[in-house]
Each structure stands twice: as structure tokens, then as C-alpha cells.
């Protein structure tokens, strides 16, 4: 049974948490708080661990949202399930760390009547729609792209120093890697998605920047995909952004230089046959410094290297995986266990970055993770399947510049 309003115990609210609160106070939830730093709770009620709570808090929870560091959501979804076996829990992603998968899906199964839904942002994000759809216009001849460029980067540094989490399990792949796995499930065909997943993470020509705090601080991925498609992932934490997007030509609904802070960029692009599209995905920023108003996202498109489409698409992605959680949650049909594999997939990727590295490996420069490689044809790595991770040396800040597109 559940309540309305309904009434959800938020735990952990830092910047994911206050995200999942705007979102769930817009439903006219009723919030109540768990989080050891009591005074983020502002005049919700609170306790600093789900064991704090009073029974009659407990029995009162319709719906958990758990917001906590990485290594905390494990054994806070324990304690939840052990004072209510049957609860409904949002909770964010990576649902564990990387050696607690098995631990993760035995707390499950020993749980039958429990409902999980781990957040996935990009599931139903609008902008990858548009995405699949104009590719499809422009080349109805080439249902599969032969190249996928996938990448997200923030720069981490000022909200490390204010004391935001760090994820020294996961390293860079705790961050934006799941989300850039959930945009691949979007955009792939199914069996290609799935064999990527599955597959040996050795085939992957490998680049990472290592930091001695922070494990892992920049990862380029490069692959060649069942479909045949070209894969590349990068992802990095403490770099700042410099967008190679087209510049706006019409800027009515941008916001001016110096509006938003140039600390990161989240896209994708494809390409097939003579069409390059790009999806720049919130919180935009564009050539000169321009941005866009949150949740809106852009979508452009490069025929024989001219700009054919520039559109903009507005969309709360995060809202809509929150509200659909819920909606799975407190609805009638069964709730299957999250899907493993992308959490195994990083799992073993950042197991194979704390491996020996191959010292004679490629290291990044400015030609191998810059340039123009969609649009300029850099030619994909000849043999992944030969190459290991390499280390740019310990303590070094980042990669060189992220990779550029059309
Ligand atoms: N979906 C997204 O886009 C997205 C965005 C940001 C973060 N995240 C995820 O959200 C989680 C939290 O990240 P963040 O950046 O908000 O961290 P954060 O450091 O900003 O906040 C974490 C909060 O959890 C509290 N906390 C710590 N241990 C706790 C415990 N045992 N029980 C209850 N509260 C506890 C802290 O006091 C803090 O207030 C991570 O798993 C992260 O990967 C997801």
C-alpha cells in the first residue's frame, strides 16, 4: 500500500540527493531525511542512519531514494531491507562497488517481495530519439552507424574540494561511465549493445590517466563493435570543457558567454555514410562560451562537413527516470532485478586499469584523443584486441585534450 502523498525517506542528500528532492518535492511528495550530515536536512525531519529511524518512520516510507556515496549504498540497502523487507528503493547509480556485484544481487534474491530500480537518466532521454531519428532520415540506407563517438567530462576538482564524494573503487568509470553505457543502449542495435557488454574487456585499446588519490582520472575507449561500428568512450574528472560543437548561428534562446561555468560536456555523435550528427546533451555549452538553459539539449548535424540542422530539444531526463522509478515501483506489474551488465562491464574495466600496464602502449596525445576523428576519418585502432591499458604516469593531472568531433 502506498500513501498520497507519497512518503519518501531521501538518503544521502548531497548533489545527487538535493536533485532527486526538487524532482520529488514537484510530485508533492512528502520527504523525510536520512543523512549523517543532519543539518543538510533544512525542516524535513531527519535521522543520520536508516537504524536512527524510528520504527514508525520506517513502516511510514512508501518509496527509499538512496543518494549516498557508492561505497555506502550496499550496506544501506542491507539496513533498509532488514527493518523493511519489502521496500520500494530508488537508487542512484553505480548501484555498488565493483567487488560487491554478487553480494548485491544475493541481497536481492534473499528478498523477493523487495523492489529495486537503479536510476538510469538517458533511458527515455528525448534528444537520443531525435538523434536515431535524424540519422535515419538522412541515411535510410545505413541502419547501423559506422562510428560512435561517446563522450562525457566534468571537472571534478572544486567539488572535490568542497568535499564531494570520491569514487577511489571505480575511479573515472564511477562517474559518467554507466550514463555513457546507458546512451549506448539507446543508439546501438540490441545484439551489438549486448555482445559489447558481455564481451572481453582485453579487446578494447585502452588509455587512462592515473592520479595516486583518485585511481583513475581520464579513460579513452576504443573498440570495434560487432556491427562493425568504430566505438569511442572518454571520459574524464578533472579537465575543463572546451566544446568543438558548431557555434550557434542563431542565439535567441542562449544564454551569454560567462553564464554557465565551462566545466563540462556531455555528447554523442554518429556517423553514417556522409552524415555526422551530434547530440550535446544538458548542461550545453558551446563555442565562445555560449549556454543553454537547463534541460535543453542540441542537436546538430554535419552533411559533407556543412551544417544542415541545428535544433533544440528540451527535456528533463533525470525528472523522467525519477518519475518512472516510481511509477515501476508502486505499480501493479512485477519489478525484475536491475540489469547487471553494465555495472559488470565497468567492474571489470576498472579490474583490468588496476592490472600491470603495457609500458610500451600508445599514450595519449593531442592526436590520438584530440583532432577531428569523425569528421576527419583518423583510422579506427588497427588491432584493439592487442593493446593494454596505459599509464600516463602517476600523479599526472589528465589526459590531453578530450576528443574532438565533427
Ligand atoms: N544520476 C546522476 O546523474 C548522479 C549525479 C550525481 C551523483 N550520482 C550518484 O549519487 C551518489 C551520491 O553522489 P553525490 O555526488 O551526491 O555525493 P555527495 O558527496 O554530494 O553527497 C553524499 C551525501 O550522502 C551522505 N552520506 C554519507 N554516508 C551516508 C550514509 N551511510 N547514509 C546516509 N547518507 C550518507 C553525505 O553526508 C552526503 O550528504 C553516488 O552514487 C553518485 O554516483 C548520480
Redesign the pocket.
Known amino acids: 500500500m502506498v500513501t498520497t502523498p507519497l512518503r519518501i525517506s531521501l538518503?544521502?542528500?548531497?548533489?545527487?540527493?538535493?536533485?532527486h528532492r526538487s524532482i520529488l518535492g514537484r510530485m508533492g511528495a512528502r520527504l523525510t531525511v536520512?543523512?549523517?550530515?543532519q543539518e543538510?536536512a533544512g525542516e524535513a525531519p531527519s535521522w543520520?542512519?536508516?537504524d536512527a529511524m524510528p520504527t514508525a518512520a520506517v513502516a511510514g516510507t512508501d518509496v527509499w531514494s538512496?543518494?549516498?556515496?557508492?561505497a555506502?549504498?550496499l550496506?544501506?540497502l542491507r539496513r533498509i531491507l532488514a527493518r523493511q523487507p519489502s521496500a520500494r528503493v530508488v537508487l542512484?547509480?553505480?548501484a555498488c562497488a565493483s567487488a560487491e556485484v554478487d553480494d548485491f544481487r544475493q541481497l536481492l534474491a534473499s528478498h523477493p517481495t523487495a523492489r529495486v530500480v537503479v536510476?538510469d537518466?538517458y533511458a527515455h532521454a528525448r534528444a537520443l530519439d531525435a538523434l536515431g531519428t535524424t540519422l535515419a532520415a538522412h541515411e535510410p540506407g545505413r541502419p547501423v552507424p559506422q562510428r560512435v563517438r561517446v563522450a562525457f567530462t566534468k571537472d571534478r576538482a572544486a567539488?572535490i574540494a568542497a568535499?564531494?564524494?570520491v569514487?577511489r573503487d571505480y575511479g573515472v568509470l564511477?562517474?559518467e561511465w554507466?550514463?555513457m553505457l546507458a546512451v549506448l543502449r539507446r543508439v546501438l542495435p540490441a545484439p551489438a549493445n549486448t555482445a559489447y557488454l558481455t564481451g572481453d574487456v582485453g579487446e578494447s585499446l585502452l588509455r587512462a590517466s592515473y592520479h595516486p588519490e583518485f585511481h583513475t582520472t581520464a579513460l579513452e575507449e576504443r573498440t570495434v563493435l560487432a556491427s562493425g561500428t568504430t566505438l569511442e568512450m572518454y571520459s574524464s574528472i578533472l579537465e575543463p570543457y572546451v566544446s568543438d560543437a558548431p557555434a550557434p548561428r542563431d542565439t535567441s534562446r542562449w544564454l551569454p558567454p560567462g553564464a554557465a561555468r565551462a566545466d563540462r560536456g556531455r555528447y554523442v555523435c554518429m556517423q553514417a555514410g556522409e552524415t555526422h550528427a551530434r547530440v550535446d546533451l544538458d548542461p550545453v555549452i558551446a563555442p565562445g562560451g555560449w549556454s543553454l538553459p537547463r534541460n535543453t539539449h542540441r542537436l546538430t548535424v554535419r552533411r559533407s562537413g556543412e551544417l544542415v540542422e541545428d535544433r533544440l530539444i528540451t527535456d528533463s531526463p533525470?525528472e523522467t527516470?525519477i518519475r518512472r522509478g516510481i511509477d515501476t515501483l508502486t505499480g501493479e506489474a512485477p519489478v525484475g532485478a536491475p540489469d547487471p551488465g553494465p555495472l559488470l562491464r565497468i567492474s571489470r574495466l576498472a579490474d583490468r586499469l588496476r592490472g600491470p600496464a603495457d609500458a610500451n602502449g600508445p599514450a595519449p596525445t593531442a592526436a590520438s584523443a584530440g583532432g577531428d576523428p569523425l569528421e576527419a576519418g583518423h583510422p579506427a585502432p588497427a588491432s584493439p584486441r592487442a593493446h593494454r591499458p596505459h599509464r600516463v604516469g602517476p600523479g599526472h593531472p589528465h589526459l590531453s585534450p578530450a576528443p574532438s568531433t565533427p
Open positions: 538518503v544521502g542528500l548531497g548533489v545527487a540527493g538535493r536533485l536520512v543523512d549523517p550530515q543538510r543520520p542512519s536508516v538512496v543518494c549516498c556515496p557508492t555506502d549504498h550496506g544501506v542512484e547509480k553505480p536510476i537518466q567539488d568535499g564531494r564524494f569514487d564511477g562517474y554507466l550514463h533525470l527516470a
